[in-house]
Every structure is written in C-alpha cells, then in structure tokens.
C-alpha cells in the first residue's frame, strides 16, 4: 500500500509564487489520484509489496504495466518535486554542487538558461531536470511520467511542468514559472543532498 506523503511545507508556504489553491489542487487532488490509482491499479498483482523505485524499474520494461508505470512514476515525481522547492528559496548553490555546475555548465547563469529552455521546450505535460549520469551533471526534459532512474541517470533537481502545476497562478506563462521557480522556490540544500548520494 503506497501512502501520500506529506507536503513538506505548508500549503500557504510558498505564496506569493505558488499559491495555496495551487498547491491543494496538486498535492490533494492529482498527486493524491496517483497513490489511489497506483494502489488500485497493483491489488493482486506482482507488484503488490513492492517498494516504490524497484515498481518504477520493472514496470518500466513490462509492456503490460504501461498503467502502473505511469502512476508509480508520477508518485515519486511528485514526492520529488515538493522538495525540490522551499519558502525563502532560491538563489545559487553552494559547495560541491555549484563546482560541479560551473565544472559542466561554464557557469550558473547558463545551467539556469539550459535548465529553463528545458521546461519551456517540453512539449505537452513533463518535466525538467538536474541529473548526474554517471560522469556529469546534464539538463534534460522528460514527457508525462518519465523520469531519470529508468535511463540510468540520477535526479538531483526536478520541475514539474505539467499544466496544473502553474496554470492557476501564471496561466499560460509557463516561461514565468520556470523563472519564478529558480529565482524564488528553488531548495539547492536538497539538490546537494541528490547531489551527495550520487
Ligand atoms: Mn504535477
């Protein structure tokens, strides 16, 4: 049984730039329906009992669990995303990780620029993301559920770009949040930690 997990802030926490609306919408409404459909979908199957990231990895190559994948996926997505972001947050990294983002980007500003041209250019419903792969940090985008983990990558930072993630609070501005996301939401203590676990 998978259970939602809490949002690590409270839902007015990251006003004036995700509002509350936005973030009951998201978590109670569309993450929540992911758990349910996952729990739903794996009853009596295989996969029940199966802890989150080692479903994700086996259905991803079972062409029958199409279903399962996409659910299990946006689960940890979700889970993934809610931390990536704090109130108060922003600004740059520090440390390690902000040396091995000029070691790979040149400099911030253009891991900012690649990372936000990601968000924008996914087509449709995806994600943006910081991954190590094995030997650098890479900006890529994935669409709907996908996500680093199946194409061996590790994720270090993630934005959901998914209509419903901003469309209350930006509308179609997608460009907007990825900027607003960045410069006001960003947590880069968690993005060093993924960055730590590589
Ligand atoms: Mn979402």
Not at 58 to 82: E, M, P
Not at 168 to 178: I, S, T
Not at 181 to 196: G, I, P, Q, T, Y
């Amino acid at each position: 049984m998978h259970i939602l997990s809490e949002l690590p802030y409270e839902k007015t926490a990251l006003e004036p730039y995700v509002s509350e609306a936005t973030l009951s919408f998201h978590h109670e409404k569309h993450h929540s329906t992911y758990v349910a459909n996952l729990n739903k979908l794996i009853k009596d199957t295989d996969y029940e009992g199966i802890e989150l990231e080692q479903l994700i990895m086996r259905a991803a190559t079972d062409l029958n669990a199409g279903g399962i994948f996409n659910n299990a996926a946006q689960v940890w997505n979700h889970t993934f995303y809610w931390h990536c972001m704090k109130p108060q947050g922003g600004g740059r990294p520090s440390g390690e990780l902000a040396a091995q983002i000029e070691k790979d980007f040149g400099s911030y500003e253009a891991f900012a620029e690649a990372f936000k041209q990601a968000g924008a250019t996914q087509f449709g419903s995806g994600w943006a993301w910081l991954v190590w792969d094995g030997s650098r940090l890479k900006v890529t985008k994935t669409p709907n559920a996908d996500l680093p983990m199946v194409h061996g990558e590790h994720a270090i930072l993630t934005c959901d770009v998914w209509e419903h993630a901003y469309y209350l609070d930006f509308q179609n501005r997608r460009p907007a949040y990825l900027d607003t996301f960045l410069e006001s939401l960003v947590n880069w203590d968690f993005a060093a930690e993924n960055f730590n676990k590589r």
